[in-house]
């Protein structure tokens, strides 16, 4: 099975009556071969937040991590957690300096229109001047 999404996480999951394992590229094509409307059941359990097997069956886990170490500080949680980015904005007039955990929050701090940091941001080096006003710096 092959999933669609280039960022998705290989998940398996292990029958606790007959031994069998399972393994898939996504959550998603785990739901889908257990027929579920959706994944929140899968998640779930690789993030150790419901501990009971699926089904009263079916162990399941990150791909990555052992069966029953999911907790909701697994491995791919703190992945995820390092990767997020932060942007300081320096107003040169007033010299007032604020770090952001995203360009909207930004935006609204800064009375900005929606956009108009990040829509210039990928175009520009890590440090750039927007409106010979705001000195923004991407933290990532």
Known sequence: MGGLN?????????????????HFNSQADMQRFFKASNH???????RGIIKKPYLDEWEIAYEKDEYGEGTAESTYRKDFVNKVKTITVKNLE??????????????????????SFSSKASKKP?????????????NY
């Open 40 to 46: 929140i059941f899968i998640s779930r359990r690789c």
């Open 6 to 22: 280039i960022n998705a996480t290989g998940v398996k999951c292990r029958s606790i009556k007959t031994g069998e394992e399972l």
């Open 126 to 138: 890590n440090t750039f001047i927007y409106k010979d006003i705001f000195q923004i710096t991407k």
């Open 94 to 115: 007033t010299g007032e300096e604020q770090i952001f955990s995203s360009y909207a929050e930004a935006e609204r701090y800064f009375s900005q229109k929606p956009r």
